[in-house]
């Protein structure tokens, strides 16, 4: 699996910045090289065949900042969206013709993540 990826996020916190609950409005973006695996609700078959694309898409966020000292914090943050999935579909993982291109559209899960954050 090759990819790279790009979120950029607004958040508003009820309390002061970078502590207590926030919440956010993200963006996403990026391009995939998979094969050899597996990937549920989106590319079933990628185990048998090589997908090649883009894809675009936003969601909301929520999450808590707690702070570990003077310029460190932890958070957790989930968030809820859609993604579009544009895609070529290849015959084997390394080579081979193309058998089919499309996009697929996915709802749910578009961010679960633990950060440690340095404060400057």
Not at 69 to 84: L, P
Not at 94 to 107: F, T
Request: aromatic share 20%.
């Amino acid at each position: 699996m090759r990819h790279w990826s790009l979120m950029p996020e607004y958040r508003y916190w009820f309390c002061s910045p970078l502590n207590g609950h926030f919440i956010g409005v993200h963006a996403l973006g990026g391009q995939y090289n998979v094969s050899g695996i597996k990937i549920p609700l989106i590319f079933d078959d990628a185990d048998r065949f090589r997908y090649q694309g883009w894809y675009a898409g936003g969601g909301f966020t929520y999450g808590y900042s707690h702070i570990l000292g003077k310029h460190w914090n932890v958070e957790a943050a989930i968030g809820v969206g859609y993604i579009y999935f544009d895609y070529k579909k290849y015959e084997c993982q390394v080579c081979g013709a193309e058998v089919d291109r499309g996009h697929k559209n996915y709802i749910g899960l578009t961010k679960a993540a633990i950060n440690f954050v340095y404060v400057f």
